[in-house]
């Protein structure tokens, strides 16, 4: 039996503590409110951008999965959950002298830079100069130099139950599909997060870098096409793909949005033994459509 603290239990955390459990661990759930965690999830009330709540981590660790989410889409929100709560968490296992024999770092796809339907995977340049790539690379540069084994897991676009903004956005008629070249988005469903954290954690000898996507790296028209036919309604409309600018990183701005165009590999994942449950969005959302009718 493992001793494993998942920091900034969230969504995929829960998930992810509810299989651990299962198959015989102890796992502690850090957050700031933790009393809507499941029951099997031992919680840890703490703030992870508060140094003085860190000081009564569950001893003798085996693992700890960070796994927190920015608050917002701010600069200051992504250094409060991507660095400060990374520098914070390390420095309260070295001064209890915890001795982890692994770290898991929930990253993003988000921190490359290609827009062009380029592949991407493992070895390709992480350069993306937005505010989110960069606090979250630091994260990832702060647990690889630590004491301890550490490894990062960039994740695509997570949905699953809860995370249906593409399906609503259809429903609702709000859903454009983006003219001229394939804008590629790249996903994997919420069960498939945590079970890559799970098989990750089991694996004897991990790499150090993970992408964790489908295998469908998918035009985004394409999947809006295909959510509205098993919907039953018209094809959403098109949209002119607008001018990219400098300087306007926020999730709402389309010429931002289109800056994600790229093909993620799963090929370093695949080849350590995982298997998906969901291999393709249509596998995903078909499941969410028929679970919601």
Known sequence: MARILIAGCGDVGATLGLALNAAG???WGLKRHPADL???I???AADLTDPATLN???PDLDAVVYSAAAAGFSEVAY???YVSGVRNLLAALKQAGQ???RLLFTSSTSVYAQHQGEWVDEDSPAEAEGFSGRCIRQGEQLLWHSAWPAVAIRFGGIYGPGRTRLIDSVREGSAVRPDGPPLYTNRIHRDDCA???EHLLNLPEPERLYLAVDDDPAPLAEVLIWLAERLGLPEPLL???PVIKPGAETRSNPAFRMRASKRCSNARLRASGFSFRYPGYRDGYGVLLTANR
Do not use: F
Request: net charge negative.
């Open 99 to 101: 001795h982890p024999q």
């Open 195 to 197: 079970r890559v954290l």
């Open 239 to 241: 949209a002119t793909q």
């Open 42 to 44: 031992e919680p840890l």
């Open 79 to 81: 250094e409060a959950a």
């Open 25 to 27: 661990h102890a796992v």
């Open 56 to 58: 009564a981590l569950p």
């Open 38 to 40: 499941p029951s099997g």
